[in-house]
Each structure stands twice: as C-alpha cells, then as structure tokens.
C-alpha cells in the first residue's frame, strides 16, 4: 500500500495439524504513530472506527463486564484511568504496551512507576529478544493463577486471539479466528512461535476469544465467534483499543 502498510491473510497449521485463520497487518514504524483510546462504556471496535474516521485498530486490554471497567492499568496521557486491578502479586508483572513516542512492550516492573504517555496492560508476553518466551505451565505473569479475574482460563486450549508484536522496522497487528470446524484457534505457544517466526524481537498477547477485533482498512477482518460455532457479529463491545495512524 503507498503507506507501507500491508495486510496479509494466512492460514497457519496447529501442532495437532489442524488450521486456523490469520489476518496481519505490517505497519511500517518510520511512517506509523500508535494511539490507545479507553471507552467510556464498551463499543464495538468496527463502529467505532467508522463513527470515527479510523482505519487501522486491534482491541487491547481486558475488562470486566459486570460492572464494566478495564482489567488492569491504563494510563492516557501519563493519567491513570479507573480500573480494576490485577490482582496481587501478579499486578507487577503483566505485560503492557507504554507508548510515549515510540512503542514498547515489557512487564510492568520493568517501566518506571509514573510513566508518560499511554499504557495499558495485556499479556502474557509471547516473545522476548526475538525468542518465544511463553509456557503455559511456568505461568509467570499469573494468568493461570489469577484466571478468577476472567470469564475462563485464557491460557486453557486454542481460541480466537490477538497479538501486537514488534520488529525491527515494523509494528505486526495479528489477530486469529478459532472456535469453528474451519478454524482452530491458536493456543498461546502456538501465537508465540507464529510472533517469533514474523521477526518479532518483542511480542505481546492482547484481548482474545469473542473480544478479537482487528480494523484494517476501514473494516473488520477477523471473523469473532462467542463459542464453538455460534459467531458474535462484528465482535464484542470492547474497553480499549490501540489506534495506528500516520506519523505527522
């Protein structure tokens, strides 16, 4: 495209030699400014695109339906937003993307206390220094551990997901359709080796199953299904969402 974003469609072959749909979108980071917005009450990520000009969007961070509020730290504007937090000890250890001119993505105690710009917190962590870091049973941001915070265990078995992943010169928006006899899902190992074997030095997993919403565009992409078979049109009203606009 004459921005240098490109969109690519792929089907990737599980361990147990099943197949799954991927929708990525390379966006060159010399040319691309990345944005998080925090809705006031869930919206639907591709009508909020529409109402609001965007072309280019993935969900982020989780939230709590039942009262609605985000699960984990957001920051707008070096401002915390109200949230639920993680519970303890895992609060420190989830992963983020902090965005203050340049995007990055690291556990939380790995970014100063007061961070400038915008955060919000996901995970786990996929890939690290360009290998994948992720194993279900080391269960190191406590995603096993503090799995009562969600509706289910998000570590447990293939499902939709999305991903957000750094490379060299690039930003990977990935998302996976799952939950149907045509598409798998992908477990997080699995969303981990597909980061890694994109060239991602950095990768982290954003909010998945019926939440998975990748724009590109102008529309979306993915296929969101609530549970096996049964399709959620247009995917679930989500509570953050990252923004990927043209830099100046």
């Known amino acids: 495209m004459d921005d240098g974003r490109a969109y690519e469609l792929l089907r990737f072959r599980t361990r147990d030699g099943g197949e799954t749909t991927v929708y990525l979108v390379r966006h060159p980071v010399a040319r691309t400014r990345v944005t998080l917005t925090c809705f006031t009450s869930p919206e639907r990520l591709d009508h909020w695109c529409v109402a609001n000009g965007h072309r280019e969007a993935i969900v982020a961070g989780f939230f709590l339906r039942d009262p609605y509020r985000p699960l984990g730290e957001v920051r707008i504007g070096g401002e915390l937003v109200a949230h639920e937090p993680v519970a303890a000890p895992w609060q420190a250890l989830r992963g983020c993307v902090h965005v203050d001119g340049e995007v990055r993505l690291a556990p939380r105690d790995e970014l100063v206390t007061e961070p400038a710009g915008e955060l919000v917190q996901a995970g786990p962590l996929l890939v690290r220094d360009g290998a994948p870091a992720y194993r279900r049973e080391h269960d190191p941001e406590g995603f096993r551990a503090g799995a009562a915070q969600f509706d289910s265990d998000i570590t447990d078995g293939r499902h939709p997901r999305a991903a957000l992943g750094l490379a060299n010169d690039r930003l990977y928006a990935v998302a996976c359709d799952g939950r149907s006899r045509h598409d798998a899902g992908l477990t997080l190992e699995e969303l981990a080796a597909l980061m890694a074997a994109l060239d991602c030095h950095t990768a982290l997993n954003l909010d998945g199953g019926g939440s998975t919403s990748l724009v590109s565009g102008g529309r979306l992409r993915n296929r969101p299904r609530k549970s096996y078979e049964l399709p ?17």
């Open 232 to 248: 959620e049109p247009g995917g679930r009203p989500v509570s953050t969402a990252l923004v990927f606009l043209p830099r100046g």
